[in-house]
């Protein structure tokens, strides 16, 4: 018999925060920095999802990809003082985080670097126990390491958890980590790819978490 769900871990951009126009100011910075043409908010849209490092090098043109180590550090540094501009919660977030963070274990994996989704968690996520971001020694998603490390830190047992995301990436991730699936349809990637990758549940609204842990709960 599998264990009732009391764990829930939570992407970030793109579940949580809209975070896309603070990551395409920060793409066009970097781009502009070096002669690169900027890239729309639908192509950055495109891109993100695996950590900065793929957002940048998909975001050179061809031929200057191996540029992607300098651009890198001048979009770090401009996305370190800019990364809360434009970026907030989803509508419906802060409610929905007070209905489940006192019933479930809860916890934040993100491809974002360590310390913005530190920062980010501490400032508008804080009842959030634990979060994970790209950091050395654990694989970014869609490999289970960051997963099965936040699992460690809330001591919680994979078999009683269910993963909370918005892209292919996300629904990826929870298959490589053995984890159900709620995906999102407000975030980075449209409701039609999301049913296409098979996930266990869809929400349209933040409100509608809970109940969709409860019927994954049977």
Same mark, same amino acid.
């Given at each position: 018999?599998?264990?009732?769900?009391?764990?829930?871990?939570?992407?970030?951009?793109?579940?949580?925060?809209?975070?896309?126009?603070?990551?395409?100011?920060?793409?066009?910075?970097?781009?502009? =920095?070096?002669?690169?043409?900027?890239?729309?908010?639908?192509? #950055? /849209?495109?891109?993100?999802?695996?950590?900065? /490092?793929?957002?940048?090098?998909?975001?050179?043109?061809?031929?200057? $990809?191996?540029?992607?180590?300098?651009?890198?550090? *001048?979009?770090?540094? =401009?996305?370190?003082?800019?990364?809360?501009?434009?970026? $907030?919660?989803?509508?419906?977030?802060?409610?929905?985080?007070?209905?489940?963070?006192? /019933?479930?274990?809860?916890?934040?994996?993100?491809?974002?670097?360590?310390?913005? +989704?530190?920062?980010?968690?501490?400032?508008?996520?804080?009842? *959030?126990? *634990?979060? #994970?971001?790209?950091?050395?020694?654990?694989? $970014?998603?869609?490999?289970?390491?960051? +997963?099965?490390?936040?699992?460690?830190?809330? =001591?919680?047992? $994979?078999?009683?958890?269910?993963?909370?995301?918005?892209?292919?990436?996300?629904?990826?991730?929870?298959?490589?980590?053995?984890?159900?699936? *709620?995906? #999102?349809?407000?975030?980075? /990637?449209?409701?039609?790819?999301?049913?296409?990758?098979?996930?266990?549940?869809?929400?349209?609204?933040?409100?509608?978490?809970?109940?969709? #842990?409860?019927?994954?709960?049977?």
């Amino acid at each position: 018999m599998e264990s009732m769900i009391d764990t829930i871990l939570f992407d970030l951009d793109g579940t949580l925060l809209n975070t896309l126009d603070d990551l395409c100011d920060s793409t066009n910075f970097a781009l502009s =920095h070096f002669g690169y043409p900027a890239r729309t908010l639908e192509e #950055v /849209r495109g891109f993100v999802g695996e950590g900065v /490092r793929l957002l940048i090098e998909r975001a050179l043109p061809d031929g200057a $990809k191996d540029r992607t180590d300098e651009v890198l550090k *001048v979009f770090s540094a =401009h996305y370190d003082v800019n990364k809360e501009n434009k970026t $907030k919660p989803y509508d419906g977030i802060a409610e929905m985080l007070k209905e489940v963070c006192p /019933r479930y274990r809860t916890a934040i994996v993100s491809n974002k670097y360590d310390k913005a +989704v530190a920062d980010l968690r501490n400032k508008l996520f804080a009842d *959030v126990t *634990v979060a #994970v971001g790209e950091r050395a020694g654990l694989r $970014k998603k869609p490999a289970p390491d960051m +997963v099965e490390y936040a699992l460690q830190q809330l =001591h919680a047992d $994979k078999r009683s958890a269910v993963y909370v995301g918005d892209s292919d990436v996300d629904v990826q991730t929870a298959r490589n980590a053995g984890l159900p699936i *709620v995906a #999102v349809s407000w975030g980075f /990637r449209d409701r039609a790819l999301l049913e296409r990758l098979g996930a266990d549940a869809i929400i349209d609204r933040p409100q509608q978490l809970a109940a969709a #842990v409860q019927k994954l709960n049977g």
